[in-house]
């Protein structure tokens, strides 16, 4: 059994050999070779052209290609081909071709080797197509997430004379949706609610909280523009809706803000949410404490704290979402209220769309360090040189 001759090994080879003479012909092919192709011997040997057995793409290949390669280096590997068999058929192959030469030097044969590659062309077909299956269902959970992003955001903000409004949305990724929401709306007379939150988690359950509690904070306020009365009313919804093995919650700034003929006068009511900041027309900024106001629908009878304070021209309200003091500045290091505060001193005074727009610069100079959406919203009070 170990014997076997140098003969049956080449006829009997798992790969197909090939000799073929300088101009092509072929003078010698394997057994192997032959079942492939479905040829006998009689109709290859002397009479046709390695070439002959190549698609058409594949003769232009070896004439501009593999033919001066091995002309120049007596060597070439690894090529992808297809050969043609008896019944029409194609047959991948991975070809290595070596330049024989004589005592002189001079080019006698070319040896070739060739692997049957359909198994692989088969793997590569099947890895192409599940790829275009991910490509094709990450383009619909994009466009899924991207229509319900929408859905829980104001598509405009409203005017509201005398004040500046701006806002914008990072989204940290195409493929979730985040839990943050912001949202500015009329109430009785001249006053006006606002809101900026976050809920916990991400994805489906996380877009289901944010559309209860933004629905039901508009609802409130239309009912008791209070708001403090207006987290209390959320609370008990969330703590009742979600409570037991699988507990939601979200921290939630709400405002309320009545202009008159100087600025406006705004009331916050904070549940466990990032301090807004105040911009002053005088220069600096400052965060608007709220300490002791608790997480929105963690505990039944929640504590939620208050503040107060007016807008005078050149003075500026931003209000965010944690994913922008939490963004990672390099390795673990995150962006805190503190550096935030720093940022935004020195562009006191300003107005809502100039604050945005720093803000928004500040998020993409992070670039993949902001690993969670982030909201904002600003209002501000135009001084006499700035526009309305």
Not at 82 to 99: D, F, H, I, Q, Y
Not at 357 to 377: H, I, K, Q, R, S
Request: with cysteine.
């Amino acid at each position: 059994m170990l014997e076997d001759s140098a003969e049956d090994l080449y006829e009997h080879a798992p790969c197909g050999y090939l000799s073929t003479l300088m101009d092509g012909t072929i003078a010698k092919i394997n057994g192997t070779l032959l079942d492939w192709l479905g040829y006998d011997r009689d109709e290859l040997v002397g009479r046709r052209r390695f070439t002959d057995l190549l698609s058409i793409g594949g003769r232009i290949y070896h004439e501009t290609h593999i033919a001066p390669s091995l002309r120049m280096h007596g060597e070439i590997g690894g090529l992808a081909l297809e050969l043609k068999t008896a019944n029409g058929t194609r047959l991948p192959v991975l070809v290595t071709s070596v330049v024989k030469c004589g005592p002189d030097g001079t080019a006698q044969l070319i040896r070739t080797t060739i692997f049957d590659a359909r198994d692989r062309r088969a793997y590569e077909l099947e890895l192409l197509r599940a790829r275009q299956d991910a490509d094709r269902e990450r383009d619909r959970v994009q466009k899924l997430a991207t229509t319900l992003r929408r859905t829980l955001l104001p598509p405009t903000l409203p005017e509201i004379p005398g004040i500046a409004l701006a806002a914008y949305y990072h989204t940290a990724s195409v493929d979730e949706v985040g839990g943050d929401f912001y949202d500015i709306f009329p109430l009785k007379g001249d006053t006006w609610g606002f809101f900026i939150g976050d809920v916990a988690g991400k994805g489906a359950p996380a877009a289901a909280v944010t559309s209860l509690a933004r629905y039901t904070l508009r609802a409130a306020a239309a009912s008791d523009p209070e708001p403090v009365a207006a987290l209390g009313i959320l609370n008990t919804v969330l703590n009742h809706e979600y409570h037991g093995i699988d507990p939601r919650f979200c921290t939630v700034i709400y405002g309320q803000l009545i202009p008159d003929a100087k600025g406006c006068t705004v009331t916050l009511a904070s549940g466990g949410h990032p301090p807004a900041v105040l911009l002053d027309a005088a220069g600096g900024a400052r965060f608007l404490d709220t300490p002791g106001g608790q997480l929105v629908g963690a505990l039944p009878n929640a504590h939620f704290a208050t503040v107060e304070f007016r807008l005078d021209p050149g003075d500026t309200l931003l209000l965010y979402t944690d994913g922008l003091t939490e963004a990672r500045t390099s390795g673990s290091i995150r962006h805190s209220e503190d550096e935030l505060l720093t940022f935004l001193g020195p562009l006191a005074p300003t107005t809502a769309p100039a604050v945005i727009g720093a803000v928004t610069n500040l998020l993409a100079g992070f670039g993949e360090g902001v690993d969670d959406d982030t909201a904002l919203l600003a209002l501000s009070i135009p001084s006499a040189d700035q526009p309305a």
